[in-house]
């Protein structure tokens, strides 16, 4: 029975689209057997929930209809679709049925004729498979080393369906479930293994080791088999989003348990593992040692194809070492002892020397002790990557937290691994026996490099250097060692402002960082919170809104997640957000709030910021939600206010939250942190508070001939009024000459050749411009192909007639590479309060205020600064926002980084356009399943310039009225026509030669190439070097795909 006057949703009016001749969808009946069976005079009380117009009043609507479907305007577009599809207006509504409790139901209603198409319940019923694990280790040391209850299954075969990364399924009734899904199979010794249940699959647990069950679920139902379909299913995960070509990670794994052995386990194209005895544990109740035995396939099918020499042995322990952030590799192996030389490790080995010896193992050493032993040998390479990631990252010049240092060290690892041969030269020179073009000191170089171009240095270079040298594998001869690249890189960690969690997901909200292009979500779960290896679920471009949904997790679950910007390369990071812990579950309610940071200019009179956040309650959850607020940072007299607790009854109500700033408050950054709390359920909300003596950033508007700020402050901006060239792309006001003098060329295209998109004037101090001070102005360009061609000259003048400038040369720049590039410089400002600067962006030619070249760009920026003498303390004018609006000049240093303006007040100055289109998305596909809101991929590829030789002419342009079709030639030492690619076919014997490039990659590079970056961050990849995304084109000589190049024969590996 219909409850009278209550709807789940809002009734709307849609179009509905049907192929013709379906059946009438009248008697379609709920999917959920929970409803009361429908009434006869359902359809006339559903009638009765719809608005008054339904029916024969619904003409507007129809005309609607008409227009849409088939009015004459229409009729030429629409024929041929209206042959196979009939259209009607509908009503969306929800009834509410008596005895109803989480169904919620839809229906689709005709407005002319209240015929009912579709009637639905649209709750998804979530079960879940799950199990006890050991998540380290079988050995009782501490929560990692025990029997951990109802831990998801993932990837699990339910039924016909496969579990998420959280173990979710749906559908109610019986299901079947085995050890088995689409990455891994366990075969179980002591038996099969079979569960089927109603309402969920739980395998349980029991105590015992070996062929010990809890008495379900079939003789196989092991320790060793949940614990071994968990933890490989997890590894697997990190391992595909990091490398989602590659095919043999899409297979499935057969893990053979419980073999009737003991003291060790082995790969030879599936993985063993032995039960207990003679003084070892079970090795498949041991996750260290299921991932180091999966090492070993990740090592035979990669780049290179095959085990690596000299020993695969170490390979296999640092996948397990940045999985499990463990240098012991097995703990538990021994059961009452220690590893040879090891002071706590009782697996099978460390690769911690400083947990050992206190001495690096060096070459020398194993070619004096290790004789044939492939397990010795490989200790020390895997020491030398163990002590890049908790050394050498995480000390000065760098100071990486742990996260980012281990983010650093898995990224050049899942890239460089794949492209070793030989990780050393065992019987070379120590000290130089990783000089050899597919070494792992080379490999790992190349990961790390951002430009192409290991000759200038890579962003972790010395780093690199240092750990592997001090194991005798580096080469000191192969390039001058040095720290370079990444410029404008970001410094500062995100800070996540809102975490929500509901039903299976979690959403994250972060604010901007100052110049991070992008931004990489990473999460992991378990004991070790954010100790240990990461998926990385995707990128955010820091164009986009700065959000992402992680989905398909375990309601009740603790899941752990970092932030991590990136610069102008996927190899330029800077420091990963804290960790964040969130909790899946139907929450009684959710909590949502404006995430725009909060700036007092203490300068001025400051108003208190109140923002209003909207507390919903769902399913009609009745209940009290308590509030607490609370400021932390480097400031002090910021406070906040918030009412103490609202009652929800179904409903939605709005929350007042203030913060203020008192008269004795001081400089600095923090932030403020909303926390609700109330049945049984909890949610938090962060934003941003910045309080300093500074100006006001202007935005320009376009008057008299280009963008101008006619009010004084910190900064002036042109944002986008100057974005792109003439007709060559979407600049407004056209030609944004203070003289309306036309300097543009109108060659090429839009964000592949030349154009100057963006100036930025400001302050060095934050305060307002003044004449006589210093400022700095920055540049935002498109350079063609490496840069090395193109030339930015800005000028500056202070003429009373602004229309007629006076123009004085600052200084001429020459980008640093190509695509988007920011090019910075500083004057002083001269006398006067009028003034304006040109950039002249050019190809080759001499330096001009207008050059006038085919592909070349001139913009103005005018603006006004305050007089000397005007008292600082009491402005005479009146500033453009209020003081409470006011925003961070972009010139602030990191105390108070700069924002944009209050059209999207949550971001800070980014050197992107916010209008500029995208050439690909910027997110990668989730391993697990996950969402990311309102991205709009672009459906118009770019080119790189870089990688296409036929896009560099050698003739001048035409002196005809024609558009010139290619550039004219330049000198040869910056001719575009040369290729920006190192040569990289160097001899087979090590070479001291600088200039000398390993192969890294099979030696077949096509000459054209897909741009590997999206347009708005060109980044020009080396040909040796993978990319991680699976955008880019699989058949690219550049992708990451990791899968056999040659057939090898198989080897039997064992753990010791």
Not at 497 to 516: E, G, K, P, R
Request: proline share 7%; glycine share 10%; aromatic share 8%.
């Amino acid at each position: 029975e219909v409850i009278e006057g209550k709807l789940d949703c809002k009734s709307e009016l849609v179009i509905l689209s049907m192929v013709k001749g379906l059946q009438d969808a009248t008697t379609t009946t709920t999917t959920s057997t929970k409803i009361p069976k429908v009434k006869n005079d359902f359809f006339s009380k559903l009638r009765g929930q719809l608005p008054a117009r339904v029916g024969s009043d619904a003409e507007d609507e129809a005309e609607t209809e008409d227009e849409a479907f088939g009015s004459e305007n229409n009729k030429q577009d629409s024929s041929a679709v209206n042959e196979y599809y009939d259209y009607m207006l509908v009503w969306k509504v929800c009834p509410v049925f008596v005895g109803q409790q989480q169904e919620m139901m839809e229906a689709y209603v005709n407005a002319h004729t209240s015929q009912v198409y579709s009637f639905v319940d649209t709750v998804d019923y979530f079960n879940n498979a799950r199990g006890s694990v050991y998540p380290t280790s079988n050995d009782g040391e501490g929560a990692d080393g025990s029997l951990q209850a109802d831990w998801p299954m993932p990837y699990m075969y339910v039924g016909s369906q496969t579990t998420t990364t959280g173990g979710n399924y749906e559908g109610p009734g019986s299901m079947t479930a085995t050890y088995r899904g689409p990455y891994v199979d366990m075969v179980d010794n002591c038996g099969t293994d079979s569960l089927t249940q109603s309402g969920g699959i739980n395998w349980g647990g029991s105590g015992g080791t070996d062929c010990t069950t809890p008495g379900f679920g079939g003789a196989g139902n092991t320790h060793s088999s949940r614990s071994g379909f968990y933890e490989l299913n997890k590894i697997m995960e990190i391992a595909r989003s990091r490398l989602p070509n590659n095919s043999w990670l899409q297979g499935r794994l057969r893990s053979n348990m419980n073999i009737n052995n003991s003291c060790n386990a082995y790969w030879n194209g599936s993985i063993n593992f032995y039960r207990e005895g003679n003084g070892c544990g079970n090795t498949g109740e041991i996750a260290a040692i299921f991932d180091h035995e999966w090492g070993h396939g990740m090592d035979r099918y990669d780049v290179t194809s095959g085990i690596a020499d000299p020993s695969g042995e170490g390979i296999a322990d640092l996948y397990s070492a940045l999985r499990l952030n463990d240098s012991c590799i097995g703990r538990g192996f021994y059961l009452s002892r220690k590893c040879s030389g090891c002071i706590s490790c009782t697996g099978v080995r460390d690769i911690d020397y400083m947990k050992k010896s206190g001495s690096p193992f060096t070459h020398s050493n194993a070619k004096s002790s290790c004789g044939s032993s492939v397990h010795c040998i490989g200790v020390v390479y895997s020491e030398a990557v163990w002590d890049l990631y908790k050394r050498h990252l995480q000390s000065p010049p760098y100071n990486y937290d742990d996260n980012t240092a281990m983010e650093i060290v898995t990224r050049m690892t899942y890239i460089g691994a794949g492209n070793v041969a030989n990780w050393f030269s065992l019987n070379g020179t120590p000290g130089s026996s990783g000089c050899f073009s597919n070494s792992g000191y080379h490999a790992y170089l190349a990961a790390d490099d951002d430009d192409g171009n290991l000759n200038n240095g890579t962003p972790h270079m010395n780093a690199i250097f240092t750990a592997f040298n001090e194991h005798q594998i580096a080469c000191p001869t192969s390039y001058d060692v040095k720290d370079s690249g990444c410029p404008n890189n970001p410094n500062s960690p995100p800070i996540v402002i809102q975490v929500i969690s509901s039903d299976a997901q979690v959403t994250l909200t972060w604010a901007s960082v100052n110049n991070a292009v992008k931004y990489e979500v990473l999460r992991t779960e378990g004991v070790h919170q954010c100790a240990q290896g990461k998926v990385l679920l995707g990128e955010v471009s820091a164009s986009d809104q700065l959000t992402w949904t992680d989905t398909g997790l375990q309601n009740g679950r603790e899941y752990y997640y970092i932030i991590v910007p990136k610069g102008q390369s996927d190899s330029c990071y800077g420091p990963s957000s804290s960790c964040i812990a969130a909790i899946p579950s139907e929450g009684p309610y959710l909590m949502s709030c404006p995430n725009d940071s909060v700036v007092f200019n203490l300068k001025y009179t400051t108003s208190p910021n109140t923002r209003q956040c909207t507390i919903e309650a769902s399913s009609g959850w009745s209940g009290t939600v308590n509030f607490a607020c609370s400021t932390s940072g480097t400031f002090s007299g910021v406070s906040c206010t918030v009412p103490s607790s609202i009652y929800l009854s179904g409903n939605s109500a709005l929350l007042d939250l203030t913060i203020a700033a008192g008269t004795s408050a001081t400089e600095g950054d923090g932030t403020v942190t909303l926390t609700a709390t109330g049945g049984g359920y909890s949610t938090i909300f962060s934003t941003d508070v910045l309080a300093g003596n500074y100006g006001i950033a202007q935005m320009a508007s376009y008057s008299n001939g280009s963008p101008m700020c006619a009010t004084y402050g910190a900064s002036c901006d042109s944002g986008t009024l100057l974005d792109g060239r003439g007709t060559r792309g979407p600049e407004e006001n056209q030609p944004n000459t203070r003289d309306g003098v036309d300097c543009d060329g109108d060659s090429g295209t839009y964000h592949s050749d030349e154009s100057l998109d963006r100036l930025v004037v400001r302050s060095l101090n934050g305060d307002d411009m003044i004449e006589g001070t210093t400022v700095e102005i920055e540049a935002t360009v498109w350079a063609w192909s490496t840069g090395s061609s193109d030339t930015l000259d800005l000028y500056y003048s202070n003429s009373n007639d602004m229309s007629n400038p006076n123009w004085q040369h600052i200084v001429s720049k020459t980008p640093s590479g190509g695509g988007q590039q920011i090019i910075t410089a500083q004057y002083q400002l001269p006398e006067g309060l009028n003034h304006v600067i040109r950039g002249n962006f050019r190809y080759s030619g001499s330096r001009s205020y207008c050059s006038r070249g085919s592909w070349d760009d001139a913009d103005d920026l005018a603006f006004v600064v305050r007089p000397l003498a005007l008292d600082t303390d009491s402005p005479t004018g009146s500033p453009t926002a209020s003081p409470s609006e006011s925003r961070v000049p972009s010139s602030e240093p990191s105390l108070h980084p700069s924002l944009t303006p209050s059209t999207s007040p949550s971001r800070q100055r980014s050197a992107l356009p916010s209008t500029k289109p995208s050439s690909e998305p910027s997110l990668t596909p989730s391993i697990s399943p996950s969402k990311k809101p309102s991205l709009k991929p672009s459906t118009e590829p770019s080119l790189n310039p870089s990688l296409n030789p036929s896009m560099k002419p050698s003739s001048s342009p035409s002196s005809s009225p024609t558009l010139p079709t290619s550039r004219p030639s330049v000198s040869p030492s910056t001719s575009p026509s040369q290729s920006v690619e190192p040569s990289f076919e160097p001899s087979d014997s090590p070479s001291s030669s600088p200039s000398t490039m390993p192969s890294l990659l099979p030696s077949s590079t096509p000459s054209l190439a897909p741009s590997l970056q999206p347009s708005a961050n060109p980044t020009f990849w080396p040909s040796y070097l993978p990319s991680l995304r699976p955008s880019e084109s699989p058949t690219s000589s550049k992708n990451p795909t990791r899968v056999p190049t040659t057939s090898v024969s198989m080897e039997v590996l064992r753990l010791i």
